[in-house]
């Protein structure tokens, strides 16, 4: 079966601090890869999506960035992080199709100070 | 545009009775996925149900049936039975064509005992 990773669960950075969030997949080759923010209280935001290694695509312009060094692996970076960068993230994953459902890891809760 | 509207920012159920979650959205794409998406106290979010903008019929999976009404551009959750462990938020999503989803802002339901 499928699983999916993220670390670490909780994070508390202060602000101009570097960010490396990591996701991983198992059980499943190819996944379309996806990095979500959740502000509190309200919906997800999508951040970036991979659908290959290399291969990244950015929704929103910011001072994060993503990498896809592997297969199964999405990695969320930040060079300086910033007050506004505070919130929970979430790496999904999904095969095939846009319409196919996502399968969402833990989620990792980012506080910066 | 592209927008997920869900106008119920808390419900209240009684545990047992069925409790229906609205969703509207917009889109100009003729082609395009609906889904739900229950995410608890926890964080992690769950794939709950899938709608496609062709199915003919609405789609249930279990006690979660999805009341798709494509003129009115509406895809309503319905949870019959409610149960104490449904108690979450709940996300209506869209997929328009590519690999952009679009989230509501959620919906909180309460289960009373």
């Known amino acids: 079966s499928q699983t999916i990773h993220q670390w670490p669960a909780t994070l508390v950075q202060p602000v101009g601090s570097p960010l490396s969030l990591e996701c991983t997949v198992e059980?499943?080759?190819?996944?379309?890869l996806y990095w979500y923010r959740q502000a509190a209280g309200r919906g997800l935001q999508l951040l970036f999506y991979?659908?290959?290694?290399?291969?990244i695509s950015s929704e929103v312009p910011q001072n994060l960035s993503a990498s896809r060094p592997q297969d199964r692996q999405f990695i969320l970076s930040s060079k300086k992080l910033l007050l506004s960068d505070s919130g929970f993230y979430l790496c999904?994953?999904?095969?095939?199709?846009?319409?196919?459902?996502?399968?969402f890891g833990p989620g990792t809760r980012l506080t910066v100070l | 545009a592209q927008k997920i509207t869900q106008t119920q920012p808390g419900m209240f159920v009684q545990e047992k009775e069925a409790v229906t979650l609205d969703c509207t959205y917009d889109?100009?794409?003729?082609?395009?996925?609906l889904f739900w998406y229950k995410q608890p106290s926890s964080g992690e979010m769950i794939f709950l149900i899938y709608?496609?903008?062709?199915?003919?019929q609405n789609a249930t999976e279990g006690r979660y049936s999805l009341n798709f009404q494509k003129a009115r551009k509406s895809a309503n959750l319905v949870i019959s039975a409610s149960q104490l462990g449904d108690s979450a938020m709940y996300f209506c999503?869209?997929?328009?064509?590519?690999?952009?989803?679009?989230f509501g802002a959620g919906t909180r339901l309460f289960v009373k005992a």
């Open positions: 889109t100009s794409d003729p082609s395009y996925g």
């Open positions: 709608q496609g903008s062709y199915d003919q």
């Open positions: 991979s659908v290959g290694i290399g291969q």
């Open positions: 999503a869209m997929s328009p064509g590519g690999f952009k989803t679009i």
């Open positions: 999904a994953w999904s095969v095939g199709s846009s319409y196919n459902e996502q399968f």
């Open positions: 059980g499943t080759s190819n996944p379309n």
